[in-house]
């Protein structure tokens, strides 16, 4: 059992003054606070040290960490002035993943279990992949609950395995080291998901990010339903997410394009596993810009699922190019009556800009197009309501003039 140490406010003074009139945003919920925002700190905090995070005057807002290394200076745990001891993070581990009970079951075996702020757990990532766990530990304040986090998944999920697969890049900003590896249990060889009653390989230890992109569960699924007798082209297909989805809703052919020829590879296998018609299927190791600027055919329905163009506020300017770029290329690479899934997963480009670039490239295609669907996450990645930034994911989906 983890040791019930108190994290707030017992057993440490380290207390963060906000500027004047800067605590709307925390006291709406929001987790982040800048440094911009800080008055003074009490104490000399160490990186990923708990906190008591106080308005200009003194007024307690609740607790948090702290990390003088990150732009986003403190992530706020709790409000109010509850406690934040082991005993609250096994709490919101436990409601976390009690909410996605109505998820799994026959149709899909697999989900994110925890999503960070989404969760109120900031910095804490973990999947479940058939029950086995891949964690990513983000941020310097949750590397030092490491031991109560994984403690907690151990007994809330009895897990086969937990392995680490955290972003080195997400750590570097925190200026903590990258960590890989199995922290609990052994890892099996050949892992297989089920999602929306299709199997999928995944490989945990090389492939992208956790394995598998649970994300887009809800948005494969409504691929499936516009596929049938439909030429598709997935482009970034990583491992076929959205192909086999394709297949598996009757298209007439998949090319699927990406940059890896492992995640192809892996495709290819996933078609295979689902007893789909590999005829159907073309594979492309290319680049999706210029396989779509080459190609002369015409698509019934396309894909864009690219991965993230802007990291960081910075490059938004650059990133939102990128998406002009391919949106246009599919706009005019779409037969009449062709459908569009495009999406970001940039947190820097909100839903506004993204569908600006979008309806632009539209516009300049010289095409007229209509709007089907808006689409996010799945619920097993929640927001919270007041962190705009935890919204990654946008999708939109288009119908070219038949
Ligand atoms: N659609 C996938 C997830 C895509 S992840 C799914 O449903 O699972 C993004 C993918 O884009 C990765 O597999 C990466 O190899 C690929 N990629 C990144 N840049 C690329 C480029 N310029 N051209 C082709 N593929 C690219």
Same mark, same amino acid.
């Given at each position: ?40 700190? *009490? ?40 406690? !934040? ?16 009970? *109505? $998820? ?22 973990? %999947? ?38 955290? %972003? ?17 249990? *052994? ?15 995944? %490989? ?8 598998? !992109? ?125 459908? $569009? ?22 516009? %300049? ?38």
């Amino acid at each position: 059992m983890p040791s019930a140490e108190v994290y707030f406010p017992e057993n440490h003074m380290i207390t963060i003054h906000l500027k004047r009139n800067r605590e709307k945003s925390v006291r709406g919920g929001n987790p982040w606070i800048f440094s911009g925002s800080i008055d003074r700190v *009490s104490g000399t905090p160490s990186a990923g040290e708990h906190c008591i995070v106080r308005t200009f005057q003194g007024e307690p807002l609740g607790c948090g960490y702290y990390n003088h290394h990150s732009a986003i200076t403190v992530r706020m745990l709790r409000w109010g002035e509850e406690a !934040f001891n082991d005993a609250a993070l096994s709490t919101a581990i436990q409601q976390a993943i009690a909410q996605r009970q *109505s $998820i799994l079951g026959d149709d899909t075996d697999s989900c994110r279990l925890i999503n960070s702020e989404g969760d109120f757990l900031p910095g804490l990532v973990v %999947d479940s992949y058939t029950g086995g766990l891949v964690m990513q530990i983000q941020t310097a304040g949750m590397e030092r609950m490491r031991e109560a986090v994984v403690a907690a998944l151990v007994s809330v999920c009895t897990p086969p395995f937990i392995y680490e697969r955290s %972003d080195p890049e997400s750590r570097a900003r925190e200026g903590i080291a990258g960590a890989e590896g199995i922290c609990y249990g *052994s890892l099996p060889p050949g892992l297989v998901i089920r999602e929306n009653r299709l199997v999928f390989g995944a %490989d945990i230890a090389r492939g992208q990010k956790t394995g598998f !992109f649970f994300d887009q569960r809800h948005n494969r699924a409504l691929l499936r339903s516009y596929a049938a007798g439909r030429c598709v082209c997935d482009c970034f297909s990583y491992s076929g997410g959205f192909a086999v989805s394709a297949l598996a809703g009757g298209a007439r052919s998949v090319d699927a394009v990406d940059q890896s020829e492992a995640a192809l590879r892996q495709l290819r296998d996933n078609v295979a596993a689902n007893n789909l018609d590999g005829g159907r299927v073309t594979t492309y190791t290319a680049d999706v810009f210029s396989f779509l600027r080459e190609t002369g055919a015409r698509y019934d329905c396309i894909v864009l699922d690219p991965p993230k163009f802007a990291r960081h506020p910075g490059e938004v300017e650059r990133a939102s190019r990128g998406y002009k770029d391919i949106n246009l290329l599919a706009c005019k690479n779409s037969a009449p009556g062709g459908i $569009i899934f495009t999406f970001s997963c940039s947190n820097a480009v909100d839903a506004r800009l993204f569908r600006q670039i979008v309806f632009a490239a539209a516009a %300049d295609s010289g095409r007229r197009f209509q709007l089907l669907h808006s689409l996010a996450a799945g619920p097993d990645h929640p927001v919270n309501l007041a962190h705009r930034e935890g919204e990654y994911l946008k999708g939109l989906v288009l119908r070219a003039e038949g």
